[in-house]
């Protein structure tokens, strides 16, 4: 399965990235949205592990774009704050399929992934 990270803090992807590549991941850490878009235009990852809240762009720019190019592509936010809380992300992105505290445990989101990346083959 592949996956795009869309993280600032390269630590914490770095975190993400090594758990995912223990289940078998191919695994692609990216910082901002122009990186991510770049990487998207020429790959098609089966899920996107995306952080709402980026130091370089706009989140909702990449899932935008994420959404147009590979809509079967299931893209898993991340977020250190309340906003969008209520679940609107769902309304807001067509291919979100999860939103979660960045404090979430790396082997949690890794589980996460793998179940819908496994969606995003059947689709």
């Known amino acids: 399965m592949n996956v795009l990270i869309v993280e600032s803090c390269a630590e914490l992807g770095q975190l993400w ?25 020429q790959h098609a990852p089966q899920v996107i ?12 720019a990449v899932a935008d774009y994420a959404s147009y190019r ?16 209520d679940g609107s992300i769902f309304a807001h992105v067509a291919n979100a399929c999860a939103l979660v ?7 949690d989101i890794a589980a996460m992934v793998e179940y819908y990346g496994g969606e995003a083959n059947q689709a």
Do not use: C, W
């Open 101 to 107: 505290p960045v404090g979430t445990p790396p082997d």
């Open 17 to 41: 990235k090594r758990h995912l590549e223990r289940l078998g991941m191919s695994v692609v850490l990216r910082h901002g949205q122009d990186d991510a878009i770049s990487y998207l235009a």
């Open 49 to 60: 592990i995306l952080n709402l809240v980026l130091e370089e762009g706009a989140a909702l």
């Open 70 to 85: 590979l809509p079967a592509a299931r893209v898993f936010f991340v977020s250190n704050t309340s906003f969008f809380s």
